[in-house]
């Protein structure tokens, strides 16, 4: 057996599939009447999902458990390259599509991928060899290291910036970030570096905001400063009455009276948790946020660990990745933050995220048979 001779965190790989099973549970009930209606097909949406997102999710994260970790460090930058030429390619028209104002996707016929969702892997790992090789080359004290690391640093992030400037994703540019910063910080980069950084982001991140009068709005009608002409409140509304509605123990899983009807806008994708929240209620949505938690907590104590830096950024990314990723999401949801079109992890419909996520989770777990118990 493949796994016989390994230490592998199954604790973490539990998490993900109970997470993986608790959003196919969850799409079964939504999806059903849409993809009647649509396609006249009840289970068009779930086997797509099963297929073309879990199936290939989890051949995904067995091949980048059994590929040597070095060749992955080796062939980071390329990767990383590769999934930048796909992120300019969805603007030549005929090969990305555009939906809603904003061109993210590329639609082959029998598929269809996001390549923004592939990058946060391509990112992570080219960053974690980046900055592993440069902690490992050069000492922190040394001067002139501020020019040898800070300033590539910060053409790697706008990089990542314009690419997600011009398909109109704010959302995305402001999770980059969140996850930079942290592994940045991982590589035991000066404080100063970090105020920097974030001080520079928050100043281009404002003018990306203020550029659009729609994402304005969009924090503006989440704080009740302006009316609603746009009616951009209207998912927030639904979203919290349906969230509201699940009680203590929920309506039972299949069960949600919003699902269906237009009550609830983007219910497999989303805003799969207020769907989840209705048919789970307060203790079913304890124990989804929980697991998710512990994902973190796995990741850091990966990280903890391990004596390799490159492993230990890392670990850090793909936490980072997959929590901010989940509270964004549930807090957008939730009245929280402004609404976003970036997905609940493991859960939502979606192929491009799951294979991405999934891709992740196997290499972290590639990392974690290296170990000692």
Known sequence: MIFKNYHIDYWLLTAVIMLVFIGILTLSGISTSFAQERFGNSYYYLYHQLVQGILFGFSAAFLFFVIPVSFLKKTAWLLFLVNIVFMVLVFVPGLGINSGGASRWFDFGFFSFQPSEFL????????????SKRYNNF??????????????????LFVIFITLYFQSNASNCLLFFLIALLMYFTSETPLSHILI???????????FILSSSYRMNRILVLFGQIED???????????????????????????????????????????????FAEE???????????????????????????????SKIFAVGIGSWISIQAFINIGAVSGIFPLTGIPLPFLSYGGSHIIAELAGIGLLLNISKSLKK
């Open 120 to 131: 946060k892997l391509t990112f992570i790992l080219y960053l974690s060899v980046w900055l």
């Open 197 to 207: 950084v974030t001080a520079l982001f928050l100043i281009v991140f404002s003018i």
């Open 280 to 310: 789970a209620g307060f203790v079913g949505s304890f124990i989804l946020i929980s697991l998710f938690l512990f994902i973190i907590f796995r990741c850091c104590i990966i990280a903890k660990k391990t004596n390799d830096k490159f």
């Open 229 to 275: 002409p746009q009616n951009l409140s209207y998912q927030i509304g639904q979203s919290i009455i349906t969230i509201g509605s699940g009680g203590i123990f929920g309506q039972g899983i299949g069960m949600s009276d919003r699902k269906t009807g237009g009550l609830l806008p983007q219910p497999m994708s989303d805003s799969i948790f207020a769907i």
């Open 139 to 156: 000492s922190y004290k040394k001067e002139g290291l501020s020019k040898m690391l800070l300033a590539p640093f910060l053409v790697i």
